[in-house]
Nanobody, 125 residues
Framework: QVQLVESGGGLMQTGGSLRLSCAASGRAFSEYSRAWFRQAPGKEREFVAAITWNGSNSNYADSVKGRFTISRDIAKNTIYLQMNSLKFEDTAVYYC??????????????????WGQGTQVTVSS
């Protein structure tokens, strides 16, 4: 059974930092591109960051460039999202996603076939 499980969300004050993790079960995920999306109440799911299977390339939404960093540990089949200088508008449920295209760094929701259940990030102003 393939599964993506996010962790690391929580409550943080403006300007603080959090690190999200997404662990994947299933050997195939080690060769999949992975990404983070987020969805705030009443809004559509939006792209945050993506990374290729080997970490050679990454892509970020303009709203998080310079503040968030996506990385991956191939041996652990896990990706991370380091979030610094958090803003109130970063509040959302953060979802991990995967696509079988190993070099995709797409920002489109429909390009990803596998999704986690999400982890809540709340930034207080």
């Amino acid at each position: 059974q393939v599964q993506l499980v996010e962790s690391g969300g929580g409550l943080m004050q403006t300007g603080g930092s959090l690190r999200l993790s997404c662990a994947a079960s299933g050997r195939a995920f080690s060769e999949y591109s992975r990404a983070w999306f987020r969805q705030a109440p009443g809004k559509e799911r939006e792209f945050v960051a993506a990374i290729t299977w080997n970490g050679s390339n990454s892509n970020y939404a303009d709203s998080v460039k310079g503040r968030f960093t996506i990385s991956r540990d191939i041996a652990k089949n896990t990706i991370y999202l380091q979030m610094n200088s958090l803003k109130f508008e970063d509040t959302a449920v953060y979802y991990c996603a995967a696509t079988a295209n190993p070099y995709a760094i797409s920002g489109r929701v429909n390009d990803y076939s596998y999704w986690g259940q999400g982890t809540q990030v709340t930034v207080s102003s």
